[in-house]
């Protein structure tokens, strides 16, 4: 959500910032709209006026007994009363459109975001480990896992459809094997709060985060007033709506293990095949909620930590910054983790860390005291830590045998219950 009270002291700035995402200016519809709420508003407010000043002289008129002076001035006040209602009746109406206006609109980019029109426009920020060179031809994830008969996505398919599978036996263990490294990490060493949060949430939740109304088509909703989560981004984050935090609770760090589901609007004929784009899928996120003052920093924080679990697997991975083209809705910047699949010969997104500044704190009323009488808009992050079920791809793909095995990297080898082998 954007503030009016800024675009109106600089909308040269909201539209420039704007053009760098490929839109078309915006400020003046939104201006034309503000001014004819802020007109009905001084309408409204002089009718308040006359009917608060013939109020008190009706009591004087009558006082002295003029009565037709009285009746001329409950007139006015009738009057004054209708204008007051119609106003009211305009205001909201026009006040609705311009929040309409306003909450359709992405976050601004922040001016060290790399120009670009779209993902092949991103950037490369760094390479981590070298890709595995195979004496075999290495296999896809989707066929090891159902040589291994520990991977039935037609199974799946016959009771939910396409996009869909059914994890067995020692699979379904390295799926919470990942997991619990990944918590462990995060909580242990870099400080998050393990929070379990619910899966399902309300509209004003989502709108917070920004996921409505524009993206509605992607998400499930339920036959009664609640959607499924299509991230732990939206719960944790919500924790903190119409709140007002001590400065001495910043930073809040939380990170949450849930499923999350999503419609996959507009990704027919990408990645049907496999786990890569899946309806239903596990993860791992991380959410900071800090000072504005802090958010860059934080953000860096927060592509390291997600970049540990990385490390800690051995997987070979990329480090991309997004262009302006390509950055989500609610992020004014945002970095991708790419993991290495060696089926595909290429790279792949595995996590993707967002700075959303004030942008998701406005719609949810979400503020820090900053000192007596200073209330500020606090600063939000997210980002992935990671996506189990692609890391469980990148591990098979990565750690597999030319007889079909696959090893089991050490750092999961004490979650796994010793297992060094999936066979």
């Known amino acids: 959500m954007h503030d009016i009270k800024a675009i109106r002291e600089n909308p040269d700035h909201y539209d420039a910032q704007w053009a760098r995402r490929g839109m078309e200016p915006q400020t003046k519809a939104i201006l034309d709209k503000d001014i004819l709420v802020r007109q009905a508003l001084k309408v409204q407010q002089e009718a308040e006026a006359a009917r608060n000043k013939a109020s008190k002289q009706i009591g004087a008129a009558m006082g002295r007994g003029d009565r037709e002076e009285a009746e001329r001035l409950k007139t006015e006040v009738a009057g004054a009363k209708n204008v007051i209602t119609m106003m009211g009746a305009q205001i909201e ?6 929040s309409d206006l306003l909450a359709g609109l992405p976050n601004l980019p922040l001016e060290n975001v790399p120009e670009g029109a779209d993902e092949d426009e991103n950037v490369d920020v760094r390479s981590v480990g070298t890709p595995k060179e195979f004496s075999f031809t290495p296999k896809a994830h989707d066929d090891l896992g159902d040589a291994l008969g520990m991977m039935d996505f037609e199974a799946a398919a016959r009771m939910s459809g396409s996009r869909f599978v059914a994890l067995k036996g020692k699979l379904a263990r390295l799926d919470r094997a990942l997991a619990a490294l990944m918590l462990d990490i995060q909580t242990d060493e870099h400080g998050f709060l393990e929070v379990v949060p ?97 958010s860059e920093a934080e953000h860096q924080r927060m592509v390291g930590c997600a970049e540990e679990i990385l490390k800690r697997l051995e997987l070979p991975y990329k480090v991309i910054e997004l262009c302006t083209g390509d950055l989500g809705f609610g992020a004014r910047k945002t970095y991708d983790l790419e993991v290495w699949l060696p ?52 591990v098979l793909e990565n750690y597999q045998n030319e007889d079909g095995s696959i090893t089991v990297p050490s750092a999961l080898i004490p979650y796994m219950g010793g297992i060094g082998v999936i066979a």
């Open 198 to 294: 619910p899966y399902m949430v309300k509209a004003p939740a989502l709108f917070g985060t920004g996921q409505l109304p524009k993206f509605e088509e992607d998400l499930y909703k339920t036959t009664g007033d609640h959607y499924l989560i299509p991230t732990a981004e939206v719960s944790l984050t919500n924790l903190v709506r119409e709140q007002i935090l001590s400065a001495d609770d910043l930073p809040m760090r939380m990170t949450a293990h849930t499923p999350c589901f999503r419609s996959e609007a507009g990704s027919a004929g990408r990645d049907t095949k496999g786990m890569i784009r899946q309806h239903q899928f596990n993860k791992v996120e991380m959410v900071s909620i800090v000072k504005p003052e802090d």
């Open 93 to 98: 109406s026009e006040k609705a459109v311009l």
């Open 343 to 394: 089926s595909q010969n290429t790279y792949r997104e595995i996590s993707s860390i967002s700075n959303c500044g004030d942008f998701q704190a406005r719609r949810m009323n979400a503020r820090y005291k900053a000192g007596e009488k200073d209330n500020r808009f606090v600063h939000t992050l997210n980002g992935s830590g990671l996506a189990v079920g692609r890391t469980l791809v990148a």
